[in-house]
């Protein structure tokens, strides 16, 4: 972890920037409804994030101070330039407990914390294995249970209950995975942002 960090996140940039940021980039984030503030990245194992590209890493933001409890695990933390929207990045770990909203009611899966959902549609069936019955999988949750740093791919039926999950070391894992999974176009949610 970065020295002197606030939180760890995981990034992902849309391509409307036309170079890659690297470490030290210093963008506002809409840390709450209508306030920006700035926030220095620090971009793990990684020395620049590509416009379309992903990395974990730490955001260490000015006058935290004046935005006490405005952060959760699973909020999506928009990435300005401006009023340009560049990226986003989502909280995984919150380092500085000045800025922990402790009573945050989190959207969960089997008591994991939801950082992106699918929207509803197809996307194949799991086997039960005692009666052989088919169960169509409805939803895909990507999750991830607070003091651990291991994500999952939540398998879900049409009632939100997960059937069968996968582990994996990242975020990027997991959405991959995902869509393996199905042919069908889906988009992910953020219930927790």
């Known amino acids: 972890m970065w020295e002197n960090s606030d939180v760890e996140v995981f990034f992902y940039f ?21 306030y920006l503030t700035t926030g220095i990245h620090h971009y793990y194992n990684v020395g620049k994030i590509e416009p379309n590209g992903t ?18 695990i699973g909020k999506r933390l928009s990435v300005q330039e401006g009023s ?13 407990p ?4 402790t009573d945050r ?3 969960k899966i089997d008591n994991a914390i939801i950082l992106m959902v699918s929207n509803r549609g197809n996307y194949g069936f799991v086997t039960v294995d ?7 999988i409805c939803y895909m949750a990507i999750c991830k249970y607070e003091n651990e740093d291991t ?7 049409d009632n939100m209950e997960t059937e069968n999950d996968c582990d994996f070391t990242s975020i990027d894992e997991a959405i991959k995975d995902a869509r393996r999974r199905t042919f069908m176009p889906f ?3 953020y219930p927790n942002g």
Do not use: M
């Open 14 to 34: 849309i391509g409307a920037r036309k170079t890659a940021a690297t470490n030290g980039y210093r963008p506002a984030h809409l840390i709450k409804d209508n």
């Open 55 to 72: 990395a974990y890493g730490t955001i260490t933001f000015i006058s935290p101070e004046f935005y006490p409890k405005s952060l959760w």
């Open 84 to 96: 340009k929207v560049v990226g986003y990045a989502i909280v995984l770990r919150i380092c500085n």
């Open 98 to 101: 000045l800025l922990t909203l």
């Open 105 to 107: 009611i989190y959207h």
């Open 130 to 136: 005692a009666t052989s019955e088919q169960i169509p």
């Open 151 to 157: 994500i999952y791919l939540f398998l879900c039926n």
């Open 187 to 189: 988009n992910w949610k």
